[in-house]
């Protein structure tokens, strides 16, 4: 069974402040994914990560940043958290496999900034 | 731009009803498709997938999709849904063999008892 776990369930940080986000999966995936997800709007993809050291934006990338150094860890970093950064995020992950890539999630991290 | 939309953004059902949630992905090639679940206070899961063959798709808990090309369509249907069937259901599309898949703003759907 896939298991990708995030650091935190609910997160509550101040604005301006440094915010890391931790996914770690266990499945040796080779693509991992950060999306936020807010109401009306669904799975916002942030950025993903094809392999180590490897990032590519995807259609919200601003203000966001990503870390892969280990093929099971994905962070995604806030360099100074506002207010509309309030959201909740999602890690994936998935196998590459001939483009047919389910992603398997994480429970997500809720964060507020407040 | 590739688009996934899912045009019922809150259905509600009582119990035995039949279900069918609408999903249309914008043409682009090749693609795959996927209808995701996230019940309440739980991490978000898939129901199931078509990638190629036969249209008619079978998932978990009783669900089935049908792929209809023709309508750049993959509806999600269960002929009888149950209290535990509420949830949020998100559609998505994954084009040729890039890494990304791209969701629709999902539907809520909310069973009465």
């Known amino acids: 069974d896939v298991k990708v776990t995030q650091s935190s369930r609910y997160l509550v940080k101040r604005t301006g402040e440094k915010v890391f986000l931790e996914c770690v999966q266990d499945m040796d995936h080779e693509n991992m994914f950060w999306y936020r997800q807010d109401p009306g709007l669904g799975l916002r993809l942030i950025y993903f990560?094809?392999?180590?050291?490897?990032?590519e934006k995807g259609d919200i990338p601003e203000g966001y940043s990503v870390s892969r150094e280990k093929k099971e860890r994905f962070s995604l970093i806030l360099e100074s958290a506002s207010t509309n950064q309030t959201s909740m995020y999602l890690c994936?992950?998935?196998?590459?496999?001939?483009?047919?890539?389910?992603?398997?999630f994480g429970p997500g991290t809720r964060l507020t900034v407040t | 731009a590739q688009s996934v939309s899912q045009h019922n953004h809150h259905v509600i059902l009582s119990e035995a009803a039949s279900l069918e949630l609408g999903c249309n992905y914008s043409y682009g090639g090749t693609v795959n498709l996927f209808w995701y679940v996230q019940y309440p206070g739980q991490h978000l899961q898939l129901l199931l997938k078509?990638?190629?063959?036969?249209?008619l798709v079978k998932g978990i808990k009783g669900f089935e999709a049908e792929f209809i090309k023709s309508k750049f369509s993959f509806n999600l249907r269960k002929p009888s849904v149950q209290w535990s069937d509420t949830a949020e259901y998100f559609c998505?599309?994954?084009?040729?063999?890039?890494?990304?898949?791209?969701f629709g703003s999902g539907t809520r759907l909310s069973i009465r008892p």
């Open positions: 998505a599309a994954q084009y040729s063999s890039a890494s990304k898949i791209i």
């Open positions: 990560s094809y392999d180590v050291k490897m990032k």
């Open positions: 078509y990638f190629s063959g036969d249209p």
């Open positions: 994936a992950s998935s196998l590459w496999d001939r483009g047919r890539n389910e992603q398997y």
